[in-house]
């Protein structure tokens, strides 16, 4: 890559912590970025700029931010960044503003979020595995408490370049030929932490810590690996109950100060994204006569937790 190329426009679509880190890490490395946002945080980084707070550097970058999604338009890269409750309505309005070029790339939990912008825009969405523990602490200010990488794929030229890209503005990010099997890989630590760690008010080096809790992960990634196995899915380096435990505790132990976004989700009063994580394995379980009782009852608990907000 010629470092004197320019930077191709980045827009982040639903700039929370996750597309707060990235889209700021990016503009801190030089591109142009905007963030479309909530009305306090569009207020926020317009007055002060975007305060990112990483176990590595505190710096304010400069971005453009806005609360319409007609901001996009211009942009080359898109980071597609809202919850997983609202990708039907937001993929539906975006493709209007979309430039013809433009690489949309979903930061998502979840393993179905491609299908579902296809099926809502038409829009091939480049599927992507977010490894990043972040929070917004306070509109306009990201904490980051460790990692911040990207998986991409499938394997192709544009999925090359694009991968250039994000390293070029410091983001550690690879390709996969098998973007499918990766995307269950981190999905198995979502169904297993996410709950676990809103229900119990609890950061994840606290559930590290706990051997009943270890054993409800153990039991979680047990099921979501049946149900992968049951619909085909090879999951890379993840192939007995050992492995799938790992992928949990790895990231339990890589960032114990989190507490998961379901977690915050339910302390904010929000609706959380329980449907596209355990909801997912309950329903893909029932399809595929896989049971799931541990993610049942998570995803039942999660809901009556909702409810009571």
């Known amino acids: 890559m010629n470092e004197s190329q320019a930077f191709p426009r980045v827009a982040v679509v639903g700039a929370g912590a ?7 890490v990016m503009a801190r490395a030089g591109a142009s970025v905007v963030m479309i946002g909530r009305q306090a945080f569009a207020d926020a980084v317009t007055a002060k700029g975007l305060f990112l707070d990483t176990v590595q550097f505190q710096e304010t970058v400069r971005v453009e931010a806005s609360t319409e999604l007609s ?21 539906r309005e975006l493709v209007r503003f979309l430039a013809p070029n433009a690489a949309v790339v979903s ?7 491609a299908e579902r912008i296809r099926e809502a825009s038409g829009l091939d969405a480049v599927r992507a595995v977010v490894y990043v523990a972040a929070a917004v602490k306070a509109p306009g200010h990201i904490q980051h408490f460790g990692r911040g990488d990207l998986v991409i794929g499938p394997e192709t030229e544009p999925t090359k370049l694009l991968a250039a890209q994000f390293v070029r503005g410091g983001v550690p990010c690879r390709v996969s030929s098998n973007i499918e099997g990766e995307l269950w890989v981190k999905f198995i630590a979502n169904c297993a932490l996410n709950p676990v760690s809103a229900i119990g008010q609890a950061q994840y080096g606290r559930i590290a810590d706990s051997p009943n809790a270890v054993k409800l992960l153990e039991m979680v990634g047990d099921e979501v690996l049946a149900v992968a196995r049951a619909a085909g899915i090879a999951l890379p380096g993840v192939e007995d109950r050992a492995a799938a435990l790992d992928v949990s505790m790895k990231i339990a132990t890589q960032m114990r100060e989190q507490l998961s976004s379901t977690g915050q ?5 929000k ?31 999660v809901e009556l937790l909702e409810g009571r907000k």
């Open 107 to 113: 930061l998502q939990n979840g393993v179905d979020n």
């Open 265 to 269: 989700d339910l302390n904010r009063g």
């Open 71 to 91: 901001a996009v338009r211009g942009a080359e890269i898109v980071l597609f960044c809202v919850k997983t409750t609202d990708t039907t309505d937001t993929a």
């Open 18 to 24: 996750v597309g707060g880190y990235f889209g700021g």
């Open 271 to 301: 609706r959380t994204e329980i449907e596209s994580l355990n909801g997912h394995i309950v329903r893909r379980g029932a399809e595929l006569g896989v049971p799931t009782p541990a993610n049942h009852a998570l995803y039942t608990l």
